[in-house]
C-alpha cells in the first residue's frame, strides 16, 4: 500500500508569492490534516479535512487556506508568503477522523521564503 | 494549543545502552502516539496506545500511556545505530481539536 505522498519536496519562493502544495493519502484513508514544522516551534497543526469538509483549524492567519477533493487529496494554499512561513510542511492521513485515530506523515515539502 | 513537555530533548548514548524518554501534559489525553522522524523526512508511527495503564511493545521499543492520563514514556532497549534520529510523542485529547506534540528528543548513537 503507498504512503502519503506530498509534492513538491522542495520549494524556493520569494515574499509576497503564493505557493500550492499538494498531499496523496493511503488509499482509503478519508482524513488529511496539514502541520507546519519548524525547529522553533515544532509540529503545530494547521487544519484537518474529513470528506471534503474542513472539520478543525489550528491557529494560523487567513493567508493559509486548504481544500479536499473527493478523491481525498488535499491541496493546502499559503498567499502573500512571509520569510517566515519557511518550514517544513508535513500533510497526514488518516481512516476517519477524531480523537483515536492513528495519523501517517508524508515525508513533507520543505518550503525556503527568500 | 500548548505543546506537550517533552525530555529530555536530547541524548548521546553509547550502543548498546537502553534509552527512556516522556512527555508529560497538564491536562489528559485519550491517545498517546510516539513517531520517529529522520533529517528530511516525515514521522513514522512507532507506537499508538489507547488506554490509562497501557504497556506496548514494537521489538526493541516500549511505551506506557500513564496512569493519570497525562502522560507517556518511550523505551528504546540495546539502542543501535539506526535508532539515531528525533523522537516525537504526540497527545490527543477529548476535543477533536485538541493534537498536541512534543517538541522532540533527539538521540544519537556512538559506534
Known amino acids: 500500500k503507498a504512503g502519503v505522498t506530498q509534492t513538491p519536496r522542495y520549494l524556493i519562493k520569494t515574499r509576497g508569492q503564493q505557493v500550492t502544495l499538494s498531499c496523496s493519502p493511503i488509499?482509503?484513508?478519508?482524513?488529511v490534516s496539514w502541520y507546519q514544522q519548524t525547529p522553533g516551534q515544532g509540529l503545530q497543526f494547521l487544519f484537518e479535512?474529513?470528506?471534503?469538509?474542513?472539520?478543525n483549524k489550528g491557529n494560523f492567519p487567513g493567508r493559509f487556506s486548504g481544500r479536499q477533493f473527493s478523491n481525498s487529496r488535499s491541496e493546502m494554499n499559503v498567499s502573500t508568503l512571509e520569510l517566515g512561513d519557511s518550514a517544513l510542511y508535513l500533510c497526514?492521513?488518516?481512516?476517519?477522523?477524531?480523537?483515536?485515530?492513528?495519523?501517517?506523515f508524508g515525508s513533507g515539502t520543505q518550503l525556503s521564503v527568500l | 494549543g500548548q505543546q506537550l513537555n517533552q525530555s529530555p530533548q536530547s541524548m548521546f548514548i553509547q550502543e548498546g545502552e537502553d534509552v527512556s524518554m516522556n512527555c508529560t501534559s497538564s491536562?489528559?489525553?485519550?491517545?498517546w502516539l510516539w513517531y520517529k522522524q529522520d533529517p528530511g523526512e516525515g514521522p513514522v508511527l512507532l507506537i499508538a496506545l489507547y488506554k490509562a495503564g497501557e504497556l506496548t511493545s514494537n521489538g526493541r521499543l516500549t511505551a506506557q500511556f500513564g496512569i493519570t492520563r497525562k502522560d507517556s514514556f518511550l523505551n528504546i532497549s540495546a539502542s543501535i545505530p539506526s535508532d539515531v534520529g528525533i523522537y516525537f510523542c504526540?497527545?490527543?485529547?477529548?476535543?477533536?481539536?485538541?493534537?498536541?506534540f512534543g517538541a522532540g528528543t533527539r538521540l544519537t548513537v556512538k559506534p
Open positions: 479535512y474529513f470528506s471534503e469538509t474542513q472539520r
Open positions: 491536562s489528559i489525553f485519550n491517545t
Open positions: 504526540a497527545g490527543h485529547g477529548y476535543n477533536n481539536n485538541d493534537m498536541r
Open positions: 497526514a492521513s488518516s481512516l476517519g477522523t477524531g480523537g483515536r485515530e492513528k495519523l501517517f
Open positions: 488509499s482509503g484513508h478519508r482524513s
